[in-house]
T-cell receptor
Framework: GNSVTQMEGPVTLSEEAFLTINCTYT??????LFWYVQYPGEGLQLLLK?????DKGSNKGFEATYRKETTSFHLEKGSVQVSDSAVYFC?????????FGQGTELSVKP | DTAVSQTPKYLVTQMGNDKSIKCEQN?????MYWYKQDSKKFLKIMFS???????INETVPNRFSPKSPDKAHLNLHINSLELGDSAVYFC???????????FGPGTRLTVL
């Protein structure tokens, strides 16, 4: 079946540290892949996306590359800020819906 | 200009009651969704509608009944509320065939 697995949280980093949140997926066919972010008390916002193998999505300093050979879409940022503290969700599309990973909570300390 | 809006933002009610949550989108999208987010932040789709027609029902108890009066609105009615229904419910919309979905701010439902 189709599924998404993310690294367990919470992840706690100091400001300006390097961030990696791992995401791997299982899917039939070639889904589009997404990272969504949920700030405290808010709904989800699309952070970035990639629609085919080797595509790199990027936004606000975050990047993720669609790796078909390793079925991965890891999220990275070179220097995190306190304002990046949120829950991050990896997701893939199947016809008619998104399937989400379990979410990874990131806490950035000053 | 709010793209996807939900009301109410908070809903506290007793077990056994019936309640509704409303959702509206002004993006001109064809497809709308309801998701449930549990206390561990796990998100699961409940329903999706395309042009007022139900296309996905993810084995949700029939106490939950979505209604789409037009393609800009998708309401969720819940009968005989149970403690386990306590969660945050998110509405979302998209163009069919485009995976990107736009989410509302959520409705936090607490059943006492």
């Amino acid at each position: 079946g189709n599924s998404v697995t993310q690294m367990e949280g919470p992840v706690t980093l100091s400001e300006e540290a390097f961030l990696t949140i791992n995401c791997t997926y299982t899917a039939t066919g070639y889904p589009s892949l997404f990272w969504y972010v949920q700030y405290p008390g808010e709904g989800l916002q699309l952070l970035l996306k990639a629609t085919k193998a080797d595509d790199k999505g990027s936004n606000k300093g975050f990047e993720a590359t669609y790796r078909k050979e390793t079925t991965s879409f890891h999220l990275e940022k070179g220097s995190v800020q306190v304002s990046d503290s949120a829950v991050y969700f990896c997701a893939l599309t199947v016809p008619g819906k998104l399937i989400f990973g379990q979410g990874t909570e990131l806490s950035v300390k000053p | 200009d709010t793209a996807v809006s939900q009301t109410p933002k908070y809903l506290v009610t007793q077990m056994g009651n019936d309640k509704s949550i409303k959702c509206e989108q002004n993006l001109g999208h064809d497809t709308m969704y309801w998701y449930k987010q549990d206390s561990k932040k796990f998100l699961k789709i409940m329903f999706s509608y395309n042009n007022k027609e139900l296309i996905i029902n993810e084995t949700v108890p029939n106490r939950f009944s979505p209604k789409s009066p037009d393609k800009a609105h998708l309401n969720l009615h819940i009968n005989s509320l149970e403690l386990g229904d306590s969660a945050v419910y998110f509405c979302a919309s998209s163009q069919l065939g485009d995976g990107e979905q736009f989410f509302g701010p959520g409705t936090r439902l607490t059943v006492l």
